[in-house]
């Protein structure tokens, strides 16, 4: 069974659109979690951490739920500049696991 | 130091050649790590380092990879008997030691392709 489970998409949304994304993770015992955002050809760069009590970082908001051992991130107001795929990142003893990816696609 | 740097950028090997590639972390970071990502996939982790100790090595990686980080700075991902299958990016990152909710920082990555 795969660490991080993400949807790969790909999501096609219009500007100013509201998109989720979702992943699930199988360790219980991860200790940290992340998204990462890796525009084309273009290294993973971090977006945000993820908190149990949630966070938000202006357009972007991200949801841990460890009872059920998912993390979601929410993009409000799409730009097109938000066009990348979205990785989902869990960490447990020292080692980063990283999901797929999701492709999010702004379109004008 | 601005950030990882990663060399070459780019290698093309004809299959059976060995190559070798070079990362230099953020100084201050005593955390390296090697991935290894291909299209439409996310980074698979390969193999980790704290200071000049080898941690942990996926076991998806053959004996004809090795990787080093002689003093704890930088670090080499040695590939011998390349093979087709061997073709992705292969990407470095460095954190600060274990402290609560560390980040990877990556470098550009080398791109390989094997003919």
């Known amino acids: 069974r795969k660490e991080v489970e993400q949807d790969p998409g790909p999501f096609n949304v219009p500007e100013g659109a509201t998109v989720a994304f979702n992943c699930t993770y199988s360790?219980?015992?991860?200790?940290?979690f992340f998204w990462y955002r890796q525009d084309c050809r273009k290294e993973p760069k971090l977006l945000m951490s993820?908190?149990?009590s949630g966070n938000e970082d202006g357009r972007f908001t991200a949801q841990l739920n460890r009872a059920s051992q998912y993390i979601s991130l929410l993009i409000r107001d799409s730009k097109l500049s938000d066009s990348a795929t979205y990785l989902c990142?869990?960490?447990?003893?020292?080692?980063?696991?990283f999901g797929t990816g999701t492709s999010l696609t702004v379109i004008p | 130091d601005t950030g990882v740097s990663q060399d070459p950028r780019h290698k093309i090997t004809k299959r059976g050649q060995n190559v070798t590639f070079r990362c230099d972390p953020i100084?201050?970071?005593?955390?390296l790590y090697w991935y290894r990502q291909t299209l439409g996939q996310g980074p698979e982790f390969l193999t980790y380092?704290?200071?000049?100790?080898?941690?942990?090595k996926s076991r998806l990686l053959s004996d004809r990879f090795s990787a080093e980080r002689p003093k704890g700075s930088f670090s080499t991902l040695e590939i011998q008997r390349t093979e087709q299958g061997d073709s992705a990016m292969y990407l470095c990152?460095?954190?600060?030691?274990?402290?609560?909710?560390?980040?990877?920082?990556f470098g550009a990555g080398s791109r390989l392709t094997v003919l």
């Open positions: 990152a460095s954190s600060a030691s274990e402290s609560g909710a560390n980040v990877l920082t």
């Open positions: 360790n219980s015992a991860s200790q940290s």
């Open positions: 993820v908190y149990s």
């Open positions: 990142v869990v960490k447990r003893r020292g080692q980063f696991y």
């Open positions: 100084s201050e970071h005593n955390r």
């Open positions: 380092f704290q200071n000049e100790a080898q941690l942990e």
